[in-house]
């Protein structure tokens, strides 16, 4: 069964406003990550949480876990036109070398 | 230098035909991945290998066939080719086979079209 479920599906902004996207799960994780995927390319990753951590920051991203509610969220501040792709939370099953992916926010940045 | 690539970007074939597609990382990476892309942007784990090894083989269908001659390499044949399998192909590597902790790095995909 698939594992992370983000909201919203789809996020319309304007340039240098702040975007926010949200992952829930439904089991315990040790680990959950954010990729990026631009059209028509591969993922590429942004930031790795540990469940025993409950923010954390990379340049303009900002993502906060919430174990006890099984979420997760990721802010992009002050967003760019190539902020524009759609972003997927990953979730380990603590067993195995396996990332279920959610379903994906797909984030547009418009001028 | 791209470090996972793929090949070929697209294919377009016709049903019941074999087609394979060819990974390879040139990263030094233990571990190498297959993931199947639906349209809905749904992607879920095929297969993955560390050290040419098969560690996960999810419920796909036996007419998907990986094969790693070496770490580096992970190739999928697919035989008998249905409607259903046109999808983006990626295939990624992650240093380690250590759960969540490792960063996958993953391939520009591989666009199969079947008619």
């Known amino acids: 069964s698939q594992q992370g479920e983000e909201d919203p599906q789809a996020l319309s902004i304007q340039e240098g406003e702040n975007a926010t996207m949200n992952c829930s799960y439904k089991?315990?994780?040790?680990?959950l990550q954010w990729y990026r995927q631009n059209s028509g390319r591969g993922l590429v990753h942004l930031i790795l949480?540990?469940?025993?951590?409950r923010e954390k920051h990379s340049g303009r991203l900002r993502v906060t876990l919430d174990t006890s509610k099984k979420s997760s969220s990721l802010l992009i501040t002050a967003s760019r036109a190539a902020d524009t792709a759609s972003y997927f939370c990953?979730?380990?099953?603590?067993?195995?070398?396996?990332?279920?992916f959610g379903t994906g926010t797909r984030l547009q940045v418009t001028l | 230098d791209t470090a996972v690539s793929q090949t070929p970007k697209y294919l377009v074939t016709q049903m019941g035909n074999d087609k394979s597609i060819k990974c390879e990382q040139n990263?030094?990476?233990?571990?190498m991945y297959w993931y199947k892309q639906d349209s809905k942007k749904f992607l879920k784990i095929m297969f993955s290998?560390?050290?040419?090894?098969?560690?996960i083989n999810e419920t796909v269908p036996n007419r998907f066939s990986p094969k790693s001659p070496d770490k580096a390499h992970l190739n999928l044949h697919i035989n008998s080719l249905e409607l259903g399998d046109s999808a983006v192909y990626f295939c990624?590597?992650?240093?380690?086979?250590?759960?969540?902790?490792?960063?996958?790095?993953f391939g520009p995909g591989t666009r199969l079209l079947v008619l």
């Open positions: 990953a979730t380990d099953l603590g067993t195995a070398s396996k990332l279920t």
């Open positions: 290998y560390n050290n040419k090894e098969l560690i």
């Open positions: 949480i540990r469940s025993n951590e």
């Open positions: 990263l030094g990476h233990d571990t």
């Open positions: 089991t315990s994780i040790n680990n």
């Open positions: 990624a590597s992650s240093r380690t086979l250590a759960g969540g902790l490792e960063t996958q790095y």
